[in-house]
């Protein structure tokens, strides 16, 4: 197995702490899979036997509306678990997850992972942690997109991508537009014209897919987030 699986797991926040012995019981537990891009990696409703960590490219977790409308709810990159609160609670998945680019990800089976937890408890103690993270993240997840107009969510989006890279005030969106647009909630054409409203403020700057926050005071107004919010949702 290569090295980087090792490299990717010991630095995956569900893991962090774990001896090196933890870290190969969790090899010969798990498997590399490999996805081409928009492959499907799991459905909603299918029994959730076990989680992933993405070890190269990105996966997406999103839903369908009844008219076939795709819904982001969530983009995950390496070295990022996903499925996994399913898994541990022994439930369907409840959204369903598909590659955005060739990827890979090491699938880890419920049954031998629950075997690793009763032989670790600071295992289990991290994932408490985690999970609860996860479940504040998707409550304010929920917040932004049923109480924020776009504008707000847009805001928040950007200051978190800001934060998750050390704070920088020059971002380069790995989404395309529509991609970012039905992760916010919205439709792309409503996306520009909101884009085009905040370069025209002052607030930022686009170039393509690269932005530049140029007013970080108006964005955090914008978003209605404090700076304890922004760390809270950084993975």
Do not use: W
């Amino acid at each position: 197995m290569p090295l980087a699986v090792n490299e990717i797991l010991q630095s995956c926040f569900l893991f962090k702490g774990l001896s090196g012995s933890y870290i190969e019981q969790l090899k010969t537990i798990g498997k590399l899979k490999s996805f081409n891009k928009k492959e499907a990696i799991f459905f909603e409703g299918e029994p959730a036997k076990g989680f992933y960590i993405v070890v190269s490219g990105k996966v997406k977790i999103f839903k369908l509306s009844s008219e076939g409308r795709e819904q982001i709810l969530h983009i995950f990159a390496q070295g990022e678990p996903f499925g996994e609160a399913a898994a541990f609670a022994d439930m369907p998945y409840p959204a369903n997850a598909a590659a955005m680019e060739n990827s890979q990800a090491f699938y880890i089976p419920r049954t031998g992972f629950e075997r690793l937890l009763k032989e670790n408890p600071s295992l289990s103690l991290n994932l408490l942690a985690i999970l609860s993270k996860r479940l504040m993240i998707f409550a304010r997840m929920i917040g932004d997109l049923s109480l924020k107009e776009v504008p707000g969510r847009l805001a928040t989006y950007l200051l978190i991508s800001s934060a998750q890279k050390g704070g920088t005030n020059s971002l380069s969106l790995d989404l395309t537009k529509t991609q970012l647009a039905s992760l916010l909630g919205t439709i792309p054409e409503t996306l520009s014209r909101i884009l085009s409203r905040m370069q025209k403020a002052g607030i930022i700057e686009v170039h393509g897919a690269d932005i530049t926050i140029k007013n970080r005071g108006e964005l955090q107004k914008i978003s209605g987030l404090t700076q304890d919010d922004v760390g809270l949702t950084i993975s």
